[in-house]
């Protein structure tokens, strides 16, 4: 079975310090990708930054970068430079085939000015 | 370039009834997934739809059912409304050559179940 877990139900981070979400997976597949989606409040889910599992360069949009372990099943999310803008709940995805996502149970993301 | 619309917004229905929710995705895409959203579970895979069939579907019951028209406007449609279907409904597409790529979600269907 697959399974995507954030064991960090909430963070806080001061404005333009930076934040490490952590995000574990369990999948017998070995053909996967991985992402990271933004939800602001009463807003629509966006993508944040997305791995080919078979890529072991991790990837990196602007201030947001992965760590991506592969043999842990671990990718983790690190927002740097955080801004107020980056206030919202993070979910943490592993996708397969036929856009069949499974999704972490969310990180709630605070960002004190 | 409009976004994935999704109606109705909000609704209220009591036990037992049934709902129907709509999905149009963005021009060109012909990948819809929906998933339901609550408190604590995260996102939960209903189903997918490509080119009118149902290629992925997850572990809810048969009250849960979807289609797709042929131009990728899905619906999905709940019977027999329990409490435990209050949630919200999202609806996702992606570019049709993209299996795996990244999901195009909408504002999402509020459910309240009395």
């Known amino acids: 079975a697959q399974t995507v877990t954030q064991s960090q139900p909430e963070m806080s981070v001061q404005e333009a310090e930076t934040v490490t979400l952590s995000c574990t997976y369990d999948t017998s597949e070995s053909d996967y990708y991985l992402f990271w989606y933004k939800q602001p409040p009463s807003r629509q889910m966006i993508l944040v930054i997305r791995q080919e599992a078979y890529k072991q360069q991790n990837a990196t949009e602007n201030r947001f970068s992965v760590n991506f372990q592969k043999a842990a099943k671990s990718f983790s999310l690190k927002i740097s430079d955080s801004q107020l803008g980056d206030a919202a709940m993070y979910f943490c995805a592993l996708g397969y085939n036929f856009n069949k996502f499974y999704f972490g149970s969310g990180t709630k993301l605070n960002v004190k000015p | 370039k409009a976004g994935v619309t999704q109606t109705p917004r909000y609704l209220i229905k009591t036990r037992g009834q049934q709902v129907t929710l709509s999905c149009s995705p963005i021009?060109?895409?012909?990948?819809v997934s929906w998933y339901q959203q609550t408190p604590g579970q995260g996102l939960q895979f209903l189903f997918e739809y490509f080119s009118e069939t149902q290629r992925n579907k997850g572990n809810f019951p048969g009250r849960f059912s979807g289609r797709q028209f042929s131009n990728s406007r899905s619906e999905m449609n709940v019977s027999t409304l329990e409490l435990g279907d209050s949630a919200l409904y999202l609806c996702?597409?992606?570019?049709?050559?993209?299996?795996?790529?990244?999901?195009?979600f909408g504002e999402g269907s509020r459910l309240t179940v009395l």
């Open positions: 996702a597409s992606s570019l049709p050559a993209s299996n795996t790529g990244e999901l195009f």
């Open positions: 021009s060109g895409h012909r990948s």
